[in-house]
């Protein structure tokens, strides 16, 4: 049975939507070696059709990344949309109910399936008892307004795993489900 491993950058009042203006100053070399073994480790990428859209477009044209951008680019993607039809980038569309679609891909075997960003599919994987592991990168900031994952009011109890230190005040706090152990 594979997992499925949700990881996403957070801001203090829990905002994730467009990171990468605000992640700006608080790099270091454990966010970037952490990023690097949970991609080398799972086996595919699950991704919300916006995030798939992203991803599409930057990856495959981001020939300075290395390893870490082959990879990306190799890792077969599974997407959540009802609206695109003709898929590139080694990405397959999720068929029919979202929910049904990824159980069939646990019951598999392989290396974990992975989750980056794509909130609103993280809400219907968390709301349906999908994720076996969360993974919240936590930065030392508050903006005050943007999209904030968990605005849903669904009431989904966690327990904390493990917290690691990524290095410029930034947390990995990753949780897994109550009923998961």
Known sequence: MRKVIVTEFLTLD?????????????ESPEIGQFKREELFKSGGLLLGRVTYEGFAQYWPNATETGAFGERMNSLPKFVATTTLKDLSWNATALEGDVVEAVRTLKEGDGPYLLVYGSGTFVQTLLRHGLVDELRLMVYPLVLGSGKRLFSGGDRLPMKLASTRDLGSGVLLLTYVPETHG
């Open 14 to 26: 829990g905002v994730y939507e467009d990171s990468t203006p605000w992640q700006r100053g608080y």
